[in-house]
């Protein structure tokens, strides 16, 4: 995840002058493997039915699912294993009987507890319930204006009871963001979102790339074209340079495309070069794409996941093996090479000459869409000026490339 907001406050920091805010430091590293925000699908059943849904979700009970006990059982080993963070997902996570039992001995365990919900259960008793648990974060899904947003969710009066949840959450002063996956055709959306995002006084805004999973792989001919993507991606820096320039404190982030982080260089580049060397170092640091290494998936079932986009490949099970031997066990070629730095990565993933930035973006993509994860990335966006495969005879040339 790319933290959009955060990265602008520093470059609106003149050069010399103190840091805006404390960069966000990636922790010192601990012996042995990494210690992931492990993302769980706690149910598969929702009551929408989203045509990008990565888990294919319906509204009906799926068997097998892990037991209030399995479910803490992992808990315990998570926390004993230093996981920092729980991201409790679904399906959609309120129609799970015990969501808020498990939320609640997950903060007491001393997790961060983030909640991510198509915000239509959340009606004033639930919301009461949410902020009594006191999560760190809620994230609620639109997919555009209401007319957009209830053709992808494929029900009448989606739209207007995910906002209903999102005001139910902001007026008991629970941290509440919306989160957008950018395709075709809502792409043209996304400035009205944001400017709903500023009307509703929301603290954080996500902007997700499509990726190339459950329905979002059979809907992958929705994917943004390029030029829409750098588009979108334009509005997305443009709003947030401002946004930093006036002092607001909103959170921005995009993921499942880490080429945005080398687009961004290239856009300090042209409006703040006197900052972009302090920009990319700030990227280098980030280091792009982090499935298997720093996000990791449990799904429905017990199954782990490099993140939620590989469902259809399993790691292990946490039924049969404690998550942190499946984390740790290096033999499974998939993890091994998703923690390689750099990773075998081929084309013009390879020949990148920003790769230590983004770190050959998402491994899903190039499985999907031609049998090979360690291909070049087929969603990245970039010209082959803008990763050094190709002369750049100027800034402008490179602005229209």
Known sequence: MLRLSQLM???????????????????????????PVVIWNLIRRCNLNCRHCYSISADVDFP?????????????????????????????????????EISARAK???????????????????????????????GISLDGLEPTHDRFRRQ???????????????ERGLKVGLRFTLTRDNAAELSALLDLAEAERVQKFYLSHLNYAGRGNRNRGDDAEHAMTRAA???????????????????????NNDADGVYLLHWARRRVPERAARLEAMLRRWGGNSSGVA?????????????????????????????????ADLANPLLAGLRARPRAVTGRCGACSHLDICNGSSRVRPLRAGGDAWAEDPGCYLSDAEIGLAPVEDAHALALA
């Not at 097998?64 to 926390?79: H, S, W």
């Not at 449990?298 to 782990?304: S, Y």
Request: hydrophobic residues 40%; glycine residues 10%; negative net charge.
């Open 9 to 35: 406050r520093e470059l609106a920091v003149p050069e010399g002058a103190a840091p805006a805010a404390p960069s966000r430091a990636r922790p010192a590293p601990r012996p042995g493997p990494p210690r």
């Open 64 to 100: 097998g699912e892990l037991t209030t006990a399995q479910v803490f059982a992992v808990m315990d080993d998570l926390r004993g294993f230093g996981v920092p963070a729980l991201i409790l997902s679904g399906g959609e996570p309120l129609l799970r009987p015990d969501i808020f």
């Open 108 to 138: 007491a365990m001393g997790f961060y507890v983030g909640l991510s919900t198509n915000g239509t259960p959340i009606d004033a008793p639930v919301a009461d319930r949410i902020a009594a648990i006191g999560y760190d974060y809620v």
């Open 156 to 170: 009448p009066g989606a739209f207007a009871g995910s906002l209903a949840g999102v005001r139910h959450c902001r």
């Open 233 to 255: 991606m334009d509005l997305l820096f443009e709003r947030c340079w401002e946004q930093a320039r006036r002092g607001i404190e909103r959170e921005v982030t995009t993921g």
């Open 295 to 327: 996000i990791a998936n449990i799904d429905n079932l017990g199954h782990v996941h490099p993140d939620t986009m590989w469902w259809h490949v399993s790691l292990g099970n946490v039924k049969e093996r404690p998550f942190s031997a499946i984390w």
